[in-house]
């Protein structure tokens, strides 16, 4: 994973924090705990292995043996960061995201967006694959043969909500180095 890539992200998660943001904890009021210079989310925490469903901190876990040790180590985020990354990619290939890849398309804001890689990546960074599997599938739906988003209709504040995410970070990371994720060696 290239550190522009890894940059580009902590640049819009924790720019301006102390220790290069990775001491950082922000507490959410309907996402908990968000963590260190990529701000991993529950979910992020959970998909890596850091947390149990319950909010626990997983002993076994791979990375730290406490909350503060992990935002303490800078190692142990960037480990983290690379194996959410990764099942996040593996998400979207086997769900077939891909073949959105060069497709263009004009997005709920009315913006021509491309679909990329690196794109897609950041965009599950932020909203979750599963967000980002969604949205590209509405897209391809409400455009049916055109590349003019149709219609709000029919989805809520919260799926526009977190559509803006994946439609911000497809149309920000479009053209941000890129290339297959592996652990960062420090």
């Given at each position: ?20 943001g ?50 303490d ?9 690379a ?12 769900a ?79 053209r ?11």
């Amino acid at each position: 994973m290239p550190a522009e890539f890894r940059n580009e992200i902590a640049a819009r998660e924790s720019q301006g924090q102390p220790n290069h943001g990775y001491s950082v904890r922000r507490e959410h009021r309907q996402y908990g705990p968000i963590l260190g210079r990529y701000q991993l989310t529950r979910l992020a925490q959970m998909q890596v292995g850091l947390i149990d469903a319950d909010g626990n901190w997983r002993a076994d876990n791979p990375y730290a043996s406490s909350e503060q040790q992990f935002l303490d180590d800078p190692r142990a985020q960037e480990r983290a960061l690379a194996a959410y990354l990764r099942d996040n990619e593996r998400q979207l290939r086997d769900a077939g995201a891909h073949e959105f890849i060069g497709r263009t398309f004009v997005g709920i804001r009315g913006i021509s967006i491309t679909v990329t890689e690196v794109g897609m990546a950041a965009a599950a960074h932020r909203a979750g694959a599963q967000t980002v599997i969604a949205y590209l599938r509405d897209l391809q739906s409400r455009n049916a043969g055109t590349n003019a988003w149709r219609s709000y209709r029919g989805l809520g504040d919260t799926t526009i909500g977190l559509y803006n995410f994946v439609e911000t970070r497809l149309r920000e990371f479009q053209r941000v180095s890129y290339r297959r994720l592996r652990p960062l060696q420090l």
